[in-house]
């Protein structure tokens, strides 16, 4: 008599005016991506997506497309004929599955086929009756606060039912807004920022500079674990992720920087190293994690004397968030749980006790004068290595050209000997 589907919106792409082609095809593509592994029946119609579920768990088919950046909205629905008593029948068996304590309720009618005898209020006017009359008196009709709206739209190949509407991620789809580079560290809040980047539609790579043996294997193992929940979002489900073996640079600088300008030096090579690879690889901005006042290296006098160091653009999504939002979203993407992990990485290791909150561009240039980082910097952008991170694949670090086992080993045996 009826059958179960979903109904997907594109929502306000509508306004995107040439461009909504290229837009809902995206959406469409992205779709398609999630939900690959499921017996899903996919019915695409000009401005909007229907998904037959067979035999698949509804629960799944949410949760898939709660990764799909641009999807406004959607419902169950459930789809029947244009015969009166098939519609009745259909709205009162969504009624007693969906609703269990309501009495605010109105009927609305959308006929999209102007052949169907009816007109829209008239055939909400029609149904409410036979409706109410169902359920004896539990139902009150309210038609100006309903708590509750079932939507009946009458279209020529059948009519379709809903009750409720689940709002999707929104933004734009991936891939649509160009190609950004996401500065990776193991923290919580760089990979809230990619994620926020590509919700927008910005297809992102993402850079991470990592120290062994200065700092452990596992702060690396943590940051391809953070990959693989970002491509999720991805098309294909991958993501590029790009390492830069930083333990030399880093090295000269602890030897060279004075003390309270350690950071500071350190967060402009790496600004740097990440202009040049994005440049190399045509990516258009940075993205990073950075928020205002966080700690003593994003302070604005601080994020002055960093960024003059590049002319690309850099974009920092969670730069006015309250740490509890970014927070909020890193639960959200299933990433919070991998960034607390207590790893360092190369800001958190050996972190001066005083670092200086309101750098001086003369001091940091004096002392960048006062020894030779470039060479050590272009071989650090020269050995930078890509992999590409699977949502659902395990992760081999013995692809990685650098030898992580042995520096791992290097490192336990100082940490050990250290203690
Ligand atoms: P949290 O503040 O939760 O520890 P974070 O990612 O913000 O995490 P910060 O030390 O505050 O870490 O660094 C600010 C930003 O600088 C990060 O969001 C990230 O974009 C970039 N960054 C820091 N360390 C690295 C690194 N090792 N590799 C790549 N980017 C890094
Ligand atoms: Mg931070």
């Excluded at 629905?77 to 969906?98: C, F, R, S, W």
Aim: proline share 4%; net charge positive; with cysteine.
């Amino acid at each position: 008599m009826y059958k179960k589907m979903i109904l997907i919106r594109f929502g306000d792409l509508m306004l995107k005016g040439k461009n909504q082609n290229i837009f809902i095809n995206a959406i469409k593509r992205l779709i398609k991506d999630k939900l690959s592994d499921l017996n899903v029946t996919i019915i695409n119609t000009y401005n909007r997506v229907y998904l037959e579920l067979n035999d698949v768990n509804p629960d799944l088919v949410v949760d898939r497309l709660m990764l799909v950046s641009g999807l406004h909205s959607f419902s169950f629905v459930y789809k029947t004929t244009l015969d009166l008593e098939d519609i009745k029948n259909t709205a009162i068996q969504l009624i007693e599955d969906e609703l269990s304590d309501f009495n605010h309720f109105k009927i609305e009618t959308k006929r999209a086929y102007k052949q169907f005898p009816h007109t829209s209020l008239e055939f909400s006017k029609l149904m409410a009756p036979a409706i109410l009359k169902h359920f004896d008196g539990k139902i009150k009709v309210d038609v100006k606060n309903p708590t509750e709206t079932l939507t009946i739209e009458i279209r020529e190949n059948g009519t379709y039912l809903f009750l409720k509407t689940i709002k999707g991620l929104g933004g734009y789809p991936v891939g649509t807004g160009g190609k950004g580079l996401v500065m990776l560290s193991g923290g919580i809040d760089s990979p809230v920022a990619a994620f926020l980047a590509l919700k927008q539609g910005v297809e992102v790579e993402l850079l991470h500079f990592e120290s062994t043996p200065l700092t452990p294997l596992e702060s690396v193992d943590k940051v391809l674990k953070i990959a693989q929940k970002l491509a999720r979002y991805m098309p294909k489900n991958k993501i590029k992720m790009h390492i830069c073996h930083f333990t030399p640079l880093h090295n000269l600088l602890l030897e060279n920087v004075p003390d309270p300008y350690l950071i500071t030096i350190m967060r402009r090579r790496m600004y740097h190293i990440a202009q040049q690879f994005a440049r190399f690889q045509n990516i258009l901005v940075l993205i990073n994690g950075e928020s205002i006042g966080q700690v003593a290296s994003q302070t604005l006098e601080s994020l002055n004397v960093v960024e003059e160091v590049t002319k690309i653009p850099i974009i920092r999504p969670v730069v006015t968030y309250d740490k509890n939002d970014i927070i909020k979203i890193a639960k959200q993407i299933d990433t919070y749980e991998t960034s607390i992990i207590p790893f360092e990485d190369c800001c958190t290791v050996y972190v001066p006790k005083k670092p200086v909150t309101k750098p001086k561009l003369n001091v940091c240039e004096d002392i960048e004068k006062g020894f030779r980082y470039q060479v050590i910097q272009e071989e650090a952008i020269h050995r930078i290595t890509t992999f590409t991170v699977h949502a659902d694949k395990e992760i081999k670090l013995a692809n990685y050209g650098f030898d992580f086992k042995e520096a791992f080993k290097e490192w336990k045996h100082d940490y050990e000997s250290s203690k």
